[in-house]
C-alpha cells in the first residue's frame, strides 16, 4: 500500500462535508466546553461572597465551600467513566446534548440555592451534566480532525480551558458586584441554550462500531471510594486532627473501596476503566502528570482568591482580573505548545513545564501582604505557561494512544484523572490550609467564648466575620488572621510545589523524548496503523 493510498484511505474516514466545517465544529465544542470550565472559575471568585453570612453569601464554612467544589468534582469524576463509555455507544452528539440541558437546569437550581447543603446538592446535579459534555467535546474532535491535525485542534481545544478561566474570574466579580451571588450560576443558562442551538446545526454525529456494555458496579465502587476518601481528608482539616478515629477510618474505608474498584476492573469483561491502558509507561506517566498538576494548581488556586480579597483587600471583580495573565498565557501559549513539541520533544517540554510549574507554586511562600502587584501578576503568567506546556502535550500523547473510535473513552481518562486530581488537591491542600490556619491563629483566640472561638478558627473568613461583629473589640483579630494565613499559605504553596517536582519527576523518567524523523519505510507503517 502507497503513502498516497493511505492517506486517501485515512481521510476518506471523515465525510468531506464534516471535513469543510470542522473548524466550526471546533468552535461549537470549545463553546460547550468553556460552559463547564467558566462555571469553576466563577466559582473560585465567588468563594468568599458565598462564605459571607446571609444576605449578602450563604455563610457557608470552608469545609461547606470545599464541598461545594468538591461535591461537582467528584460526582463529575465518578460519573466520566460511564459518560464515555455511553457516548461511544449511542453518540456522542446525543449525550453532548443530554449533558447539557442537564447542566442548565443544575444551574438554574443552584443560583436559588437557600443553604449551603442546597447548593452543594445543586452542584452535584451539574456535575452529572458536565460528565457527559467533557469527554464528548474531545472524543468529537478526534473523529472530524485527521491525525496530522489533532495536536493543533487539541491546542486550541486546551486553549479554551484558557478562555473560560479568563473570562469566569472576570464575569464573576462583574456579575457580584451588581447581582446576588447566584448570578454567577444563572449566567451558565443563556450559553447552554446557545450551545445546544449551535450543535443541533452543526455538530455531527459519531459512535464506537463496537462498544463495550456499561459498569454500574465499576461506577458505584468508584464514586464511593472516591467521596469516602475525600470526606475523610477535609474532616481531618476540620478538625486540625488527621489521627482521629472518624477521619482514619473513613479515608482507610475510601482507599479499601478504590481497591475493590480496581480489583473488579481486572476482572471484568466490561470494565469502566480498562486498566490493560496502563501497560503502556508513556500513557501512564501522561495521566499522572496530569493529575499531579490539577493536584499542586487546584489547591493553590483555591488559597489564592482568599489572599487576593481577604489579605490584600481587593473586590471580587479585581480578584478575577488580576487572575487574567494566567488565562492569556494559556490562550497564547496551548495552541503553540506542539511547536516545542516538535522541536524538544515531550520529555523535555513536559518537563520544564512542570519545573515552571513548581517554582511559581513555590514563589507563593515568599508573598506578604505588601508584595508588589506586578510580581504576582508575572508569577500567574508564567503559571499559565507552564500549564500550556503540560497540558497540550500530556492530551495529545493521551488522545493518540488509543484508537479513534475508542475516543470517548481516553477524554475520560484524561478527564477523571484531571478532576481526581483537583479534587484531591483542593481536599488536600485544603485541609493543609486550615490546620496551618487553625495552629496560627488558636493562641490569639483564648479570650473569646468556647463556641465563637471553634467557630473564628475554622478559616480567615470565619475569624474576620466574628471581628466584624465585635467591633473595636475585634480589630486586634485582624492583623493575627493575616499573619496566620500567609503562614498557612506559605506552607501549602511549599507542599504544592513539591507535588509539582514529582510530576516532573513522573514525566522525564517515562515519557519519550525528541522522536527522530522516521524513515520512508516506517512513515508507511505508521499511516497503516493510523487506517
Known amino acids: 500500500m502507497t503513502v498516497s493510498a493511505d492517506n486517501a484511505a485515512v481521510g476518506s474516514r471523515i465525510p468531506e462535508a464534516v471535513h469543510r466545517r470542522r473548524w466550526a465544529i471546533l468552535g461549537v465544542l470549545i463553546l460547550s466546553?468553556?460552559?463547564?470550565?467558566?462555571?469553576n472559575s466563577i466559582l473560585n471568585v465567588a468563594i468568599k461572597t458565598i462564605s459571607t453570612p446571609a444576605p449578602t453569601g450563604l455563610g457557608a464554612t470552608q469545609?461547606?465551600?470545599?464541598?461545594?467544589?468538591?461535591?461537582?468534582?467528584?460526582?463529575?469524576?465518578?460519573?466520566?467513566f460511564t459518560a464515555g463509555l455511553i457516548g461511544d455507544r449511542i453518540g456522542r452528539k446525543k449525550v453532548l446534548l443530554g449533558g447539557l440541558v442537564v447542566f442548565g437546569l443544575g444551574s438554574a437550581l443552584a443560583a436559588e440555592s437557600g443553604s449551603p447543603g442546597e447548593l452543594i446538592a445543586y452542584r452535584a446535579v451539574m456535575a452529572l451534566g458536565a460528565a457527559f459534555v467533557m469527554p464528548a467535546t474531545l472524543a468529537v474532535l478526534m473523529n472530524v480532525f485527521e491525525r496530522e491535525e489533532q495536536p493543533k485542534a487539541i491546542g486550541?481545544?486546551?486553549?479554551?480551558?484558557?478562555?473560560?478561566?479568563?473570562?469566569g474570574p472576570i464575569t464573576g466579580g462583574l456579575l457580584l458586584e451588581h447581582f446576588w451571588w447566584g448570578s454567577v450560576f444563572l449566567v451558565n443558562v443563556p450559553i447552554v441554550i446557545v450551545a445546544v442551538a449551535l450543535m443541533v446545526w452543526l455538530v455531527p454525529d459519531s459512535r464506537d462500531p463496537r462498544p463495550g456494555r456499561i459498569d454500574p458496579v465499576g461506577v458505584v465502587l468508584s464514586v464511593v471510594g472516591l467521596v469516602l476518601l475525600v470526606y475523610g481528608?477535609?474532616?481531618?482539616?476540620?478538625?486540625?486532627?488527621?489521627?482521629?478515629?472518624?477521619?482514619?477510618?473513613?479515608?482507610?474505608?475510601?482507599?479499601?473501596?478504590?481497591?475493590v474498584f480496581v480489583w473488579f476492573e481486572k476482572r471484568s469483561d466490561h470494565p469502566s476503566l480498562d486498566v490493560t491502558y496502563f501497560r503502556n509507561k508513556v500513557f501512564s506517566a501522561a495521566m499522572a502528570a496530569i493529575a499531579l498538576v490539577f493536584f499542586a494548581l487546584m489547591g493553590v488556586t483555591f488559597f489564592s482568591v482568599?489572599?487576593?480579597?481577604?489579605?490584600?483587600?481587593?473586590?471580587?471583580?479585581?480578584?478575577?482580573?488580576?487572575?487574567?495573565p494566567l488565562a492569556v498565557a494559556q490562550m497564547i501559549f496551548a495552541p503553540r505548545a506542539r511547536l516545542a513539541v516538535d522541536r524538544f520533544g515531550n520529555k523535555a517540554t513536559t518537563t520544564a513545564g512542570l519545573l515552571l510549574l513548581a517554582a511559581m507554586l513555590a514563589a507563593f511562600a515568599g508573598f506578604d501582604a505588601g508584595t508588589p502587584i506586578w510580581v504576582l501578576e508575572a508569577v500567574f503568567f508564567l503559571m499559565g505557561t507552564a500549564m500550556a506546556h503540560i497540558m497540550t502535550p500530556t492530551s495529545v500523547v493521551i488522545m493518540q494512544a488509543l484508537p479513534r473510535e475508542k475516543a470517548g473513552s481516553a477524554s475520560a481518562l484524561s478527564n477523571t484523572f484531571r478532576q481526581v486530581g483537583g479534587a484531591l488537591g483542593i481536599a488536600v491542600l485544603g485541609s493543609v490550609l486550615s490546620t496551618a490556619y487553625r495552629g496560627g491563629i488558636e493562641d490569639k483566640l483564648a479570650p473569646l467564648p468556647a463556641g465563637l472561638r471553634e467557630k473564628a478558627g475554622e478559616s480567615i473568613e470565619a475569624t474576620l466575620g466574628i471581628a466584624a461583629r465585635l467591633g473595636p473589640r475585634g480589630d486586634a483579630l485582624v492583623g493575627p488572621a493575616h499573619d496566620a494565613f500567609l503562614h498557612a499559605m506559605h506552607v501549602t504553596a511549599v507542599c504544592g510545589s513539591m507535588v509539582a517536582v514529582i510530576g516532573a519527576v513522573v514525566v522525564a523518567v517515562f515519557l519519550p523524548g525528541r522522536p527522530s524523523a522516521p524513515r520512508q519505510g516506517e512513515k508507511e507503517q505508521e499511516l497503516v496503523a493510523a487506517e
Open 33 to 39: 466546553l468553556l460552559i463547564v470550565v467558566l462555571d
Open 63 to 80: 469545609s461547606e465551600l470545599e464541598w461545594a467544589i468538591n461535591s461537582y468534582t467528584l460526582v463529575f469524576a465518578g460519573l466520566l
Open 156 to 167: 486550541i481545544w486546551a486553549g479554551g480551558v484558557g478562555l473560560a478561566i479568563a473570562i
Open 233 to 259: 481528608i477535609i474532616k481531618g482539616g476540620e478538625l486540625a486532627d488527621f489521627t482521629d478515629p472518624t477521619v482514619l477510618s473513613t479515608i482507610v474505608a475510601g482507599l479499601a473501596v478504590l481497591a
Open 306 to 324: 482568599f489572599y487576593l480579597q481577604s489579605v490584600r483587600g481587593y473586590t471580587p471583580l479585581q480578584s478575577g482580573l488580576l487572575l487574567l
